[in-house]
Nanobody
Framework: QVQLVESGGGLVQPGGSLRLSCAAS????????MGWYRQAPGKQRELVAS???????NYADSGKGRFAISRDNAKNTLYLQMDSLQPEDTAVYYC?????????WGQGTQVTVSS
């Protein structure tokens, strides 16, 4: 059974940084393209960054130049480095395959950007 466990969220001031991690189990992690998604209150979940099996990356306009997605296949872990955070980045952040599987969603990790 696939399990994705996100961590690393928290409260940060505008302009601050966070590094999110996603520990994967129950799957051959290196075989999947993966993504980081976020859902803000009252909004639909959106893809913010993605990485292919070969580690090519792509970003939504909201994260370009500020977010960096990476993966460590040996550790079955996905990362999202987020810099220059702004209040509009406040959301619950999730990892999943890209495209996502409905039954893979985890609990997510809350990111709150506020002074």
């Amino acid at each position: 059974q696939v399990q994705l466990v996100e961590s690393g969220g928290g409260l940060v001031q505008p302009g601050g940084s966070l590094r999110l991690s996603c520990a994967a189990s129950g799957m051959i992690f290196g075989l999947y393209a993966m993504g980081w998604y976020r859902q803000a209150p009252g909004k639909q979940r959106e893809l913010v960054a993605s990485i292919t099996r070969g580690s090519s990356t792509n970003y939504a306009d909201s994260g370009k130049g500020r977010f960096a997605i990476s993966r460590d296949n040996a550790k079955n872990t996905l990362y999202l480095q987020m810099d220059s955070l702004q209040p509009e980045d406040t959301a619950v952040y999730y990892c999943n395959a890209n495209p996502p599987y409905d039954y893979w969603w985890g609990q997510g990790t809350q990111v709150t950007v506020s002074s």
